[in-house]
């Protein structure tokens, strides 16, 4: 009697395992990491998939650190991060395909029209608590922001906050979208999202006396910007390398500019 | 032994593979779970792990007691605000009501139970959080939503095995308190409550483990702020929000301390089922 149950739980316990995926053809490759560009990866790589029906690519996401570890071990030709690389993680290829500005946003009904960087600054951290401050009511901010882990909160910490935290008692969203919607609910508070999912339910704070725009954002003007990078193991080749010039095309820049980012070309 | 016995033998076997099966799952999720979030709980101190405030991953601050002390707090007001309300409607529909109306509000309370928990976030989000924001103040993403919330979430545990164990009381006990002269309402609060105390006890335990184990509603309304709340209009994490929140992009530590929270969460939610089945084995022994 005993022995049937053992074998049944020792198979429960094999099936948990993954299987190994067998050895890659050169007309496959592989694309992982950030869920910020994953969107547009999976764009690309349609469009791509139908001018050269003999080439594929997957796009899997799992975040900007996954895609860069898995791109070093080789499990995917291709990584894709939504920040800049660590000092440790320089050993890889990088190629901007695009640029994403990052927008902070409030309710389209606050008369606060703009703010200084500092000023953004501390808000998130807590020490400037009233937006009459800043030239608004006398109403206390609600502080929307988004979880640990995700690459829009990395980039809005290195590009705004530096080494200082967010503090504990802002709102903890887990999405652009959620964020954008209790912004938009919510007459005194502030969020940030990318800068292509503005919309009119929200209006974007002008930074330093500068709206973020595209051409504020080529002239170099708007400081709040991110790369979405492709990142390669040397240099690529096979289908990799077909992949990453039609993203770098003409055509592939204006799938990107449709979609609201910043073309790097 | 003949074709017949073998035969029994056979569905025998099978059967008790299949209802192992259960059982195996769960101790594949424990083994796992522990295996995966304790190391980690030691590496940096079980005092700093459950007391620390600060949860900051990146910079490798593991500290739990905000959502701890947030699921206690959401998880208490929606005691304070199911308990009373689940307890009327059940005195209500075994004593007081007529058989027409228990025949409406019984299934109605069966099908509250039965609404996705998606469904009572989106209700939350779209009517009590703008609600309590204009009445009261605040960002409206609040202790007081996840509360009113959840509080209504487990109002069909409450009810059911509430009335289940006044509807077990034998027929004497009523017959022999109006007997005596007490009225109606006397019946219900001197005989009938205190002999169905430990159903009742076990209803709420149960129905504390449905609010504390509750995540999707809270994620949507609570607000999922890192702090301990200073109100009850102040934003709120709950340990099950934490886990669901970031699991999408964590990696390395932050991804263990996920773990680490769901042992947490799991220790608690063992403790109170014990208790919940401690009270009704009393219950039953009492009776005989």
């Given amino acids: ?265 | 032994m003949n074709r017949l016995e073998r035969k029994d033998r056979l569905v025998r076997l099978a059967l008790l593979v299949v209802a192992f099966s259960a059982v195996s799952i769960l101790a594949v999720i424990t083994v796992f779970m522990f295996e995966q979030g304790t190391p980690i709980i030691f590496k940096y101190g079980v005092k700093s792990f459950l007391a620390g405030s600060d949860w900051y991953p990146s910079e490798k601050s593991f500290g739990l007691w905000p959502m701890i002390v947030g699921s206690v707090y959401v998880t208490f007001g929606a005691m304070v605000i199911g308990v009373p309300f689940g307890l009327a409607c059940a005195i209500v529909l075994t004593e007081f009501a007529s058989k027409s109306v228990r025949r409406i509000i019984k299934p109605v309370v069966e099908l509250l139970a039965g609404i996705p928990s998606v469904v009572y976030g989106f209700m939350g989000v779209v009517i009590l959080v703008p609600f309590i924001r204009e009445t009261f103040g605040g960002p409206g993403l609040s202790v007081l939503a996840a509360s009113i919330i959840l509080g209504i979430m487990i109002l069909p545990t409450i009810i059911s095995i509430s009335v289940d164990s006044l509807q077990a009381l034998p027929p004497a006990y009523r017959e022999g308190s109006v007997a005596l002269g007490a009225t109606k309402w006397q019946t219900v609060r001197m005989v009938l409550l205190p002999a169905a105390r430990s159903g009742i006890i076990a209803s709420i335990i149960l129905g504390m483990g449905r609010a504390i184990g509750e995540t999707m509603a809270t994620i949507m309304i609570a607000g999922n702020a890192i702090s301990v709340p200073r109100s009850l209009l102040a934003p709120v994490r709950t340990l099950t929000s934490n886990i669901a929140l970031e699991m999408s992009y964590a990696t390395g530590e932050h991804r263990q301390a996920l773990f680490a929270t769901g042992v947490i969460l799991f220790i608690i939610i063992m403790a109170l089922n014990t208790v919940a089945n401690v009270t009704s084995a009393r219950r039953r022994k009492a009776k005989g």
């Avoid at chain 1, 053992?6 to 992982?32: E, K």
């Avoid at chain 1, 139908?50 to 030709?77: D, F, M, W, Y």
């Fill in chain 1, 1 to 265: 009697m005993r022995h049937p149950i053992l074998t049944f739980l020792l198979l429960l316990c094999t099936v948990g395992v993954p299987s190994c995926r067998g050895g890659r053809s050169q007309n496959d490759v592989i694309v992982a990491g950030s869920t910020s560009i994953q969107p547009f990866a999976d764009k690309w790589a349609e469009v791509f998939m139908e001018k050269r029906p003999n080439l594929g690519v997957s796009v899997q996401g799992g975040g900007s650190s996954a895609g860069i570890q898995a791109c070093k071990s080789g499990a995917c030709q291709i990584g894709m991060s939504s920040r800049e690389l660590k000092a440790d993680e320089k050993d890889l290829r990088e190629i901007v395909i695009a640029r994403d500005g990052l927008a902070i946003i409030v309710h389209p009904s606050n008369p606060v029209r703009g703010a200084t960087l500092s000023q953004v600054k501390q808000i998130f951290s807590g020490d400037l608590t009233n937006w009459k401050y800043l030239g608004g009511p006398d109403k206390e901010i609600t502080v929307v922001t988004r979880e640990e882990g995700s690459g829009t909160r990395g980039a809005f910490q290195e590009l705004v906050m530096g080494k200082t935290r967010i503090f504990r008692g802002a709102i903890t969203e887990d999405s652009n979208g959620t964020v954008r919607e209790i912004v938009a609910n919510d007459p005194h508070s502030i969020g940030f999202i990318s800068l292509g999912l503005v919309n009119e339910q929200v209006r974007a704070l002008a930074l330093d006396g500068v709206e973020g725009s595209e051409a504020s954002i080529r002239a170099g003007r708007y400081r709040l910007v991110r790369p979405f990078l492709f990142l390669t193991k040397g240099e690529p080749t096979g289908a990799a390398r077909a992949f990453i010039d039609f993203v770098l095309s003409e055509e592939g820049q204006a799938l990107v500019k449709k979609e609201g980012l910043i073309p790097v070309k």
